[in-house]
């Protein structure tokens, strides 16, 4: 019979010191990422996908790091005060009722650059084609963030 004693405990250490390492070199990864990221949609709701009017959209996007036990991600959004983000980046269809003046004798409206006005307004349907801003940008990023995910985890296990 063979018995063979060895100490773990150097062992254990260094594993220990490297889940310390992987999950801060992870940490500053992903919060990176979500600030590129952030950076990147921004710049879409800046001209570069739609022209910004009152900047609501842009500034209805945040970040968000979110972690639990021995996970980390992150998240992009918008916070739901501007109703228009979701048909921006999907596109939508609007029904809009016939309309006839409350307070007036007549509609005024701006129809391709002229001011009209009408004794009344048909229903008529408003279709908005998608101006992704979101799903454009995360498909831009993705790739590059993939890397640095990996190139962070190399460099944390060595």
């Given at each position: 019979m063979i018995r063979i004693e060895t100490d773990t405990a150097p062992a254990i250490a260094k594993l220990a010191a490297l889940r310390t390492n992987l999950r801060a070199s992870t940490q500053a990864c992903v919060a990176n990422g979500a600030a590129v990221l952030?950076?990147?949609?921004?710049g879409k709701l800046s001209g570069d996908v739609l022209n910004s009017r009152s900047g609501a959209l842009l500034h209805s996007i945040h970040t968000e790091i979110v972690e639990a036990?021995?996970?980390?991600?992150?998240?992009?959004?918008?916070?739901?005060?501007?109703?228009?983000a979701h048909v921006q980046e999907y596109g939508g269809r609007l029904n809009i009722p016939a309309m006839v003046p409350v307070n007036g004798e007549?509609?005024?409206?701006?129809?391709?650059?002229?001011?009209?006005?009408?004794?009344?307004?048909?229903?008529?349907?408003?279709v908005i084609p998608a101006r992704s801003y979101m799903r454009?940008?995360?498909d831009e990023f993705a790739p590059a963030f993939v890397d640095d995910v990996h190139n962070a985890v190399a460099n944390a296990a060595s």
């Open positions: 952030l950076s990147i949609v921004q036990d021995d996970e980390v991600g992150a998240r992009v959004f918008s916070d739901g005060s501007v109703p228009y007549a509609l005024a409206f701006v129809y391709q650059g002229r001011l009209v006005f009408a004794k009344s307004a048909a229903a008529h349907v408003i454009s940008s995360l």
